[in-house]
């Protein structure tokens, strides 16, 4: 059943970029949602980036692929449970709450790095939404490495 299974996932899904970024994509969704119900104006901040507040979807959901294809690309092989793949989507997710709002958006808007600012309300929910995208991030990541047929990394080391 499993070959059944693969041959209906196309083969470029095989590889940890392309899986990462389709995963990522998924995180990019749910984060985006929970975005739009705890922070509105901030999908119109997100497509400032480019100087297009109109296009805020469409900034965080290209961001959430290239993130999650970074997934892929450093963490991938090490996901090889549904346990791992929680625990590294979800500190990815904080990694990326750093690295995100708190020094590479505001230094690109102009206002300099937000550490200081890290436990205000707007930057803790913030937090909430990057874990969560590292959360789903991960498990699509591992449901997608399921699917492509691919063997346990750490099955094949023994």
Known sequence: ?????SAAVPSWLAHPIPAGALAGIAGGLIFGLMMQLMMPPMMGMIGSLIGAPGLGWGVHLVFSAIIGAIFGLTVGTRVASW??????GAVYGFVWWILGPLVVMPTWLGMGPQ???SLSTPNVLSLVGHVA???VTGLA???IRMQSGLPNPLEARS
Do not use: D, E
């Open 141 to 143: 990541f591992r449901a």
């Open 83 to 88: 346990a791992a793949a929680l625990g590294f």
């Open 1 to 5: 059943m499993r070959r059944s299974q």
């Open 133 to 135: 995208y590292g959360i």
């Open 115 to 117: 550490i200081a600012q």
